[in-house]
């Protein structure tokens, strides 16, 4: 007997067409035909996120034998995005497996189920960004009224007011630091200098963290030098003072989305910093130089990946 491996998604746990029902569906359809389902796995997460970033998608891949058939609710459970589609096929096929969405009878790869797969993730992908843009129109909107939508930036506070509507006003404390560091900035110091002073006097982040060069940099935006400030930073930077811990793991981070992932998920499965890096090592992964990460590039990363909220 044939079998499969059902995969559902939903961008959130209240959405209303949920893993229950999209499994209910995929079962319906597998007992119809005749197949045997083999396990059942699930994402919650956006359409238009990376296939790396899909832990239950990349397990249900890993489960495929040759010949299994991979069932999804819908094509757009897969993803909303054309590019992401293609690259979700491709790793199924080469596991000589196939793919069936029940909103697409055929699962032959003829001109018109070609045309009609095609077709439907070009109109997934514009639905993503209607989505996108309705939401992006709320959060402003909401943001312009001073309301609470999303992560509370540092230098703020959530504050509920009499009427019980959330709020965002200013925190103090946290913009004293924020004021502090720039005001070392504008004086001329390298974000190296900086952080060691914010080590020296206990300043630290949210997270109870010495500011990482990257968060220190954000803190700094739009800051100025005065032109004699700036030369004396100039010539310290030319005698070996550039800060480049920010530019060679915080870029590498924001650059590399593969990367980004398996820190995520290799953290959060509670490894040490020292076997995250022997797993970057095993995967082949290595700075730019050729050489493997070590435990202290891992630390920063997972520092900045902290306070950026994603961990």
């Known amino acids: 007997m044939q079998e499969a ?34 396990s059942v796995y699930q994402d919650f997460i956006s359409g238009g996120s990376e296939i790396d970033q899909r832990i239950g998608f990349l397990s249900a891949i890993q489960d495929l034998s040759e ?11 897969i993803g909303r995005d054309v590019i992401i589609n293609a690259v979700a096929e491709n790793l199924i096929r080469s596991k000589g497996a196939t793919l069936k969405t029940l909103d697409i009878e055929s699962m032959e790869d003829s001109p018109e189920s070609i045309f009609t797969r ?11 960004a ?42 103090d404390e946290e913009q004293a630091k924020i004021d502090l560091v720039r005001s070392w ?43 004699k400030t700036k030369k004396s930073y100039e010539k310290r930077v030319d005698k070996g003072g550039r800060s480049g811990g920010f ?10 989305k593969a990367l980004r992932a398996l820190l995520i998920t290799y953290a959060s499965s509670g490894l040490t910093q020292k076997g995250i890096a022997e797993k970057l090592a095993e995967s082949g992964l290595t700075t730019a130089k050729g050489n493997p990460y070590d435990a202290k590039q891992i630390r920063r990363w997972i520092n900045e990946l902290k306070e950026d909220g994603a961990l």
């Open 185 to 227: 900035r504008s004086e001329g110091l390298t974000f190296k200098e900086i952080q060691a002073r914010c080590e020296e006097k206990g300043l630290t982040s949210r997270q109870g963290y010495t500011p990482t060069l990257g968060t220190l940099q954000r803190w700094s935006e739009g800051v100025k030098m005065t032109k």
């Open 5 to 38: 491996v059902i995969y559902t998604r939903t961008s959130t746990q209240k959405q209303e067409n949920g893993h229950l029902a999209q499994f209910d569906a995929c079962k319906l359809w597998a007992e119809t035909e005749g197949v045997e389902i083999k």
């Open 67 to 77: 010949g299994d058939i991979l069932i999804a609710h819908k094509r757009d459970r």
């Open 247 to 256: 530019r060679s793991h915080k870029r590498k981070l924001d650059q590399d």
């Open 130 to 171: 209607k989505i996108r843009a309705r939401t992006k129109a709320v959060l402003m909107s909401k943001k312009s009224r001073g309301l609470v939508c999303g992560n509370i930036s540092l230098g703020q506070k959530k504050f509920v007011d009499e009427d019980g509507v959330k709020r965002v006003v200013t925190n």
């Open 118 to 128: 095609t077709l439907m993730d070009a109109v997934a992908s514009l639905e993503r």
